[in-house]
């Protein structure tokens, strides 16, 4: 049975991203609340996002609380901030499989990749 994780580095500081706000949805552009949880200090979440059944082939969205977690570093950011929320969508076309999405993120960048 596959299952659902992620991880989140904070590239501007070199360090996990502890305390960032994550909400999964099921069906993209924010479709059916599936988790939200918060990164350990070690940027992953205690758990899998999702597992076994729970874990169907479809369309996901994960968004992750990039301003909040910067403002409360006590960073100063402009007013909209460049990235206050990131989103992102991918597809899982086989769910027997391991899917692991992290996120290295900046106040001005992210990129990501499939992992396992």
């Known amino acids: ?55 169907r082939a479809g369309v996901y969205d994960l968004v992750f609380a990039v301003g909040d977690y910067y403002r409360e570093l006590g960073l100063t950011l402009p007013d909209p901030p460049f990235l206050d929320e990131v989103s992102l969508s991918f597809g899982v076309a086989d769910p027997q499989q391991n899917y692991h999405v992290p996120l290295l993120m900046s106040p001005w960048s992210y990129s990501t990749y499939r992992g396992s």
Not at 5 to 17: F, K, M, Q, Y
Not at 23 to 36: F, N
Not at 48 to 54: E, K
């Open 1 to 55: 049975m596959g299952k659902l994780t992620t991880h989140v580095l904070d590239t501007a500081h070199g360090r996990p991203a502890g305390g960032i706000l994550i909400t999964l949805y099921r069906g993209g552009s924010r479709g059916e609340t599936l988790a939200q949880t918060r990164t350990n200090s070690d940027g992953r979440s205690d758990a899998p996002l999702l597992q076994g059944a729970d874990l």
